[in-house]
């Protein structure tokens, strides 16, 4: 079955406390991998999109990876603006599905 | 919001009676999709379509109806057959040109029974 899993489910940081968070995803016919962040009452807003294993991409804390089987959105000296749900969401081949995982809500404490 | 129009912004719906959420896009998407948004859950699809006048059944597409006649606009239709209609919409468009790929979400519209 396709499925794309995040996890943790929730994550509590404190500034400046490195982590990471995993999206695993079962989606045969990768066409792109895609992150997001949604704040409460917002549609969510575009990150990265990755294409291939070994794929890198950055934009200021955040820097994501991609492997075969999974992709890692690295947030390094987190700032309480970051707290946010981040969002993996996988783009299929074929038939052109757009799969979801139920997010992780980052919580950064000053 | 990447060139995605969501309308209205907030919505309210009386039991029994179908209501249109608007999604307008200028950035020459074929694909665009809907989804619902529960709280604290992810994104759950009803509805996509890759072509005009072409469309296709999401994972949750009971109760909802869409179509597709421009290239710029999917609207979405809850009907009174929809029996647990409160939730957050939210509509995206993908565009596959080469080499990336580019996906952008609207706002959304949030609907509540009342």
């Known amino acids: 079955e396709d499925q794309v899993t995040q996890s943790p489910e929730a994550l509590r940081l404190q500034e400046g406390e490195s982590s990471s968070l995993n999206c695993s995803y079962t989606v045969s016919g990768l066409r792109g991998l895609f992150w997001y962040r949604q704040d409460p009452g917002k549609g969510p807003e575009f990150l990265f999109t990755l294409y291939s294993a070994g794929e890198e991409k950055e934009k200021e804390r955040l820097k994501a990876t991609l492997t075969k089987k999974e992709s890692f959105l690295h947030i390094t000296a987190p700032k309480p603006e970051d707290s946010a749900t981040y969002l993996c969401?996988?783009?299929?081949?074929?038939?052109?599905?757009?799969?979801f995982g139920s997010g992780t809500k980052l919580n950064v404490k000053p | 919001d990447g060139g995605i129009t969501q309308s209205p912004k907030y919505l309210f719906r009386k039991e029994g009676q179908n209501v249109t959420l608007s999604c307008e896009q200028n950035l020459n998407h074929d694909a665009m999709y809907w989804y619902r948004q529960d709280p604290g859950q992810g994104l759950r699809l009803i509805y996509y379509s890759q072509i005009v006048n072409d469309f296709q059944k999401g994972d949750i597409a009971e109760g909802y109806s869409v179509s597709r006649e421009k290239k710029e606009s999917f609207p979405l239709t809850v009907t009174s057959a929809q029996k647990n209609p409160t939730a957050f919409y939210l509509c995206?468009?993908?565009?596959?040109?080469?080499?990336?790929?580019?996906?952008?979400f609207g706002q959304g519209t949030r609907l509540t029974v009342v």
């Open positions: 969401a996988v783009f299929q081949y074929n038939f052109n599905k757009f799969y």
């Open positions: 995206a468009s993908i565009g596959s040109g080469t080499p990336n790929t580019e996906a952008f």
